[in-house]
């Protein structure tokens, strides 16, 4: 009786009726349980040209779009849900997470433990101070809620322990040369789980010798011991510095290299002798840190690790690199 699928209004209208005939009322209830049995079994309908209702497939329907832009937001979103809420970064790579990630959104790549662990948690943490920063410098008045405690005889009992060390008192008048002088950045500390970061702490050291200087022999820094000012002052220690930086600056952009997220297996082989052949070329120029017993030692190190390291699928990934085709092996 009714093709056309959009008669809902009419059909209500109908079955309120007081006027309408029971015959129409009854068929207007049937066909409005039929097409709710239909749209609960199907996802999509079309039109033929006759009028009538006809199913589609489910996979017909089209992808949402699913943009860049979009991607980042979720994994920001992802991320920071993670540090929050205390989750584990490993969750990330567990297989049931993947799965359901994957039914959820297939055109959503779950980030690796690394990204979250590094990148992203850098970049959602300075936002967050920023943020927090930014509230607390437009409030007036700022209130500190303490937690409850109370002593043997239960009387209310709140510490409050003010002091102020000197390593806070340097970093802030090493922050002021920095900005006066316009040279120096702010100095790192190496991390026993990252190799590389030695070379970071040493090139952060590097790169602030002005401003050190400048430290060394300011009237409000007197609390530096007289040692570390000798040393600050002394060219010869910022000779070690340079040579130090030299050699670990090779040894580190490999490790950062090979240990990303591209495939670098045909560069394994290549890596270790790029390495090799520059601290050959650099430790006989470096008078002030080695002595010949020390540049062997350092040679017989980066062999050992090379050895333990590459492995035949290394070579064989090297050899079948279009670019290279093993050209360097002997």
Same mark, same amino acid.
């Given at each position: 009786?009714? &093709?056309?699928?959009?008669?809902?209004?009419?059909?209500?209208?109908?079955?309120? @009726?007081?006027? @309408?005939?029971?015959?129409?009322?009854?068929?207007?209830?049937?066909?409005?349980?039929?097409?709710?049995?239909?749209?609960?079994?199907?996802?999509?309908?079309?039109?033929?040209?006759?009028?009538?209702?006809?199913?589609?497939?489910?996979?017909?329907?089209? $992808? =949402?779009?699913?943009?860049?832009?979009?991607?980042?937001?979720?994994?920001?979103?992802?991320?920071?849900?993670?540090?929050?809420?205390?989750? +584990?970064?490993?969750?990330?790579?567990?297989?049931?997470?993947?799965?359901?990630?994957?039914?959820?959104? +297939? #055109?959503?790549?779950?980030?690796? &433990?690394?990204?979250?662990?590094?990148?992203?948690?850098?970049?959602?943490?300075?936002?967050?101070?920023?943020?927090?920063?930014?509230?607390?410098?437009?409030?007036?008045?700022?209130?500190?809620?303490?937690?409850?405690?109370?002593? &043997?005889?239960?009387?209310?009992?709140?510490?409050?322990?003010?002091?102020?060390?000197?390593?806070? !008192?340097? @970093?802030?008048?090493?922050?002021?040369?920095?900005?006066?002088?316009?040279?120096?950045?702010?100095?790192? #500390? +190496?991390?026993?789980?990252?190799?590389?970061?030695?070379?970071?702490?040493?090139?952060? =050291?590097?790169?602030?010798?002005?401003?050190?200087?400048?430290?060394?022999?300011?009237?409000?820094?007197?609390?530096? *011991?007289?040692?570390?000012?000798?040393?600050?002052?002394?060219?010869?220690?910022?000779?070690?510095?340079?040579?130090?930086?030299?050699?670990?600056?090779?040894?580190?952009?490999? !490790?950062?290299? $090979?240990?990303?997220?591209?495939?670098?297996?045909?560069?394994?082989?290549?890596?270790?002798?790029? !390495?090799?052949?520059?601290?050959?070329?650099?430790? +006989?120029?470096?008078?002030?840190?080695?002595?010949?017993?020390?540049?062997?030692?350092?040679?017989?190190?980066?062999?050992?690790?090379?050895?333990?390291?590459?492995? *035949?699928?290394?070579?064989?990934?090297?050899? #079948?690199? *279009?670019?290279?085709?093993?050209?360097?092996?002997?």
């Amino acid at each position: 009786m009714y &093709r056309v699928p959009n008669v809902t209004k009419m059909g209500t209208h109908l079955l309120k @009726c007081p006027k @309408c005939p029971l015959v129409i009322r009854n068929e207007l209830t049937e066909s409005c349980e039929e097409t709710s049995l239909i749209a609960s079994n199907t996802t999509n309908s079309a039109i033929t040209e006759g009028g009538y209702v006809t199913s589609t497939p489910s996979d017909a329907t089209p $992808l =949402l779009e699913f943009t860049e832009e979009k991607k980042r937001r979720l994994t920001k979103l992802l991320s920071k849900a993670i540090y929050v809420t205390g989750s +584990p970064l490993s969750m990330v790579e567990h297989p049931l997470w993947r799965e359901f990630f994957k039914e959820l959104q +297939p #055109l959503f790549e779950l980030p690796t &433990r690394k990204v979250v662990s590094t990148t992203h948690l850098d970049t959602i943490y300075n936002e967050m101070e920023r943020e927090i920063t930014e509230e607390l410098k437009s409030t007036n008045n700022l209130h500190l809620q303490c937690d409850g405690w109370s002593n &043997r005889r239960n009387e209310v009992a709140i510490d409050v322990i003010k002091s102020k060390k000197k390593s806070q !008192i340097l @970093c802030a008048l090493f922050k002021q040369i920095i900005a006066e002088k316009g040279s120096g950045e702010q100095l790192k #500390l +190496p991390s026993k789980t990252r190799w590389g970061s030695y070379f970071h702490a040493v090139r952060s =050291l590097q790169n602030s010798k002005a401003a050190l200087q400048c430290l060394a022999v300011h009237e409000d820094a007197k609390m530096i *011991p007289a040692d570390i000012k000798a040393h600050l002052l002394d060219e010869e220690f910022w000779k070690m510095i340079d040579e130090s930086t030299a050699i670990l600056e090779p040894i580190t952009d490999y !490790i950062f290299k $090979l240990e990303g997220n591209e495939s670098y297996i045909n560069d394994v082989y290549m890596a270790f002798k790029d !390495i090799k052949s520059r601290l050959v070329f650099l430790l +006989p120029g470096f008078s002030s840190l080695f002595d010949d017993n020390i540049r062997d030692r350092i040679l017989n190190a980066v062999d050992k690790r090379r050895e333990n390291c590459i492995k *035949p699928i290394h070579l064989a990934a090297y050899m #079948l690199d *279009p670019k290279c085709q093993g050209i360097e092996m002997n």
